[in-house]
């Protein structure tokens, strides 16, 4: 059954796919993704911006549902953007540290 194919791996895999234009950092490894479910078909998300006026947000958010929906398995898809908690720069994994030189 190809909904078996579907993991919350194979969703954090194609988030690293998808980039704040202002930052040379997948949306993964700059810790905007607080959350990934994975229900079936169902995929839910619960991301956030590095600041909350970002006026990439939409953008962002879309890239990541068309992303997702592109993955086999896939029946629906919800990015829901939050601020709380707010992001801070300790949520950048080792890897993107290492992408902005600050590791």
């Known amino acids: 059954m190809a909904a ?7 969703v954090i895999e194609v988030m690293k796919q998808v980039y704040d234009p202002e930052i ?9 993704v607080y959350n990934v479910s994975v229900s079936e078909g169902d995929v839910h998300v619960v991301m956030t911006l590095t ?7 939409p953008m962002i958010a879309q890239q990541a ?7 086999e398995g896939v029946e629906d898809v919800e990015v829901e953007m939050t601020f709380d908690p707010p992001w801070s720069p300790d949520l950048i994994t080792e890897d993107g540290k290492k992408l902005l030189g600050i590791d």
């Not at 549902?65 to 592109?70: L, R, S």
């Open 24 to 32: 040379p950092v997948n949306v993964w490894d700059l810790g905007l």
């Open 4 to 10: 078996e194919t579907l993991t919350k791996e194979s």
């Open 65 to 71: 549902e068309w992303a997702i929906a592109d993955l």
């Open 51 to 57: 600041a909350p006026g970002c006026g990439m947000g």
